[in-house]
């Protein structure tokens, strides 16, 4: 219960209620909750600038917690930059070179992109400039990769040719050293036995007894295997693909057949002495595009560097040829 207040009255020398009028109250009221209402305001202002909401703690964590993540990313699109990089170094100046393949231009890997702004829905935010420059990366990066992943196809392609080229090349002796008499003549200009003339000599024989096996120097496919071809009598032609054929003549018998499928090393039959020979012998050339070639450069997958070195002072002898 509230407290009776009282004044003094002078004029008739006694004590009067004080009597509050409800405008008077109501004005206070107002007066009163305006005031509070202020207050309130000003304080929670205030602090605003100075204590943070739980809403803003969590605002605040979640930006920190981006920020780390964005670094991260940045980290690890650098780290794979520098992997992407030395791949790249290692493709150009080892791989292509290697499969005498173009290396790729620098400015063809690095190429940005050009035309329209990619990342404009980026722009606006807080952290724009951090996203866009981690959005250009990640695209570059990821262009980089296709470009590379595009050059490693085209080396698996070319290996995969340079396997097949080296398999097909005509590249071992057709008589093994053990079963040779010896090396009668070799490419270049020889004394025909027959006319005593010189003539040149477009392959190489190699004495042997009749009966001595024969090898495919090279991976191929059996063009021929008859008599029909004037001097040679019974001969092989293996076609070795890339513009390489390998002739084996005056064979006493075969041991394959036409198009038959043959591998370097496989026994396609035996030294004889037919057609326009002297003696027992195997008559070997190389054609290459059609035109005879040297074929002591073809020795390399069996012969060591003392037999290869032997076999050239041999061959360069310029004696009589047995065909």
Do not use: C, W
């Not at 992997?83 to 290692?90: F, Q």
């Not at 060591?304 to 360069?316: C, D, G, I, M």
């Amino acid at each position: 219960m509230s407290k009776v207040k009282y004044y003094y009255d002078s004029e008739t020398l006694s004590y009067r209620k004080i009597e509050r009028k409800k405008r008077n109250t109501f004005k206070f009221i107002v007066a009163f909750l305006t005031a509070a209402a202020l207050f309130g305001f000003l304080t929670v202002s205030i602090s605003s600038q100075f204590v943070e909401s739980p809403k803003e703690k969590a605002l605040k964590r979640e930006l920190v917690n981006m920020q780390l993540h964005y670094d991260m990313l940045n980290k690890k699109m650098n780290e794979a930059s520098e992997v992407l990089a030395s791949l790249e170094d290692r493709d150009n100046n080892i791989y292509r070179i290697y499969f005498e393949a173009n290396p790729i231009p620098e400015e063809q890997r690095k190429a940005g992109f050009g035309g329209i702004n990619r990342y404009k829905g980026l722009e606006g935010y807080d952290n724009s400039k951090l996203i866009i420059e981690s959005s250009k990366k990640l695209d570059i990066l990821q262009k980089q990769i296709v470009v590379q992943s595009k050059s490693l196809d085209e080396i698996a392609k070319l290996a995969e040719d340079k396997e097949k080229l080296l398999a097909a090349i005509p590249a071992i002796q057709p008589v093994n050293n053990v079963d040779l008499t010896r090396i009668a003549s070799g490419y270049g200009y020889r004394t025909d036995p027959f006319t005593k003339a010189r003539k040149f000599h477009y392959g190489m024989d190699f004495t042997a007894p009749r009966g001595t096996p024969v090898y495919a120097s090279g991976d191929g496919i059996v063009s021929r295997a008859d008599n029909h071809s004037t001097g040679y009598g019974n001969h092989i032609r293996i076609d070795h693909g890339y513009g390489y054929t390998s002739l084996y003549a005056h064979l006493y018998k075969y041991n394959v057949k036409k198009n038959q499928k043959v591998e370097r090393g496989d026994l396609i039959g035996f030294v004889g002495s037919t057609g326009r020979s002297e003696a027992p012998h195997l008559h070997y050339e190389i054609f290459k595009d059609g035109e005879r070639i040297n074929p002591t450069n073809f020795y390399y997958g069996s012969l060591t560097p003392e037999e290869y070195n032997n076999l050239l002072e041999k061959a360069s002898l310029e004696n009589q040829s047995l065909d």
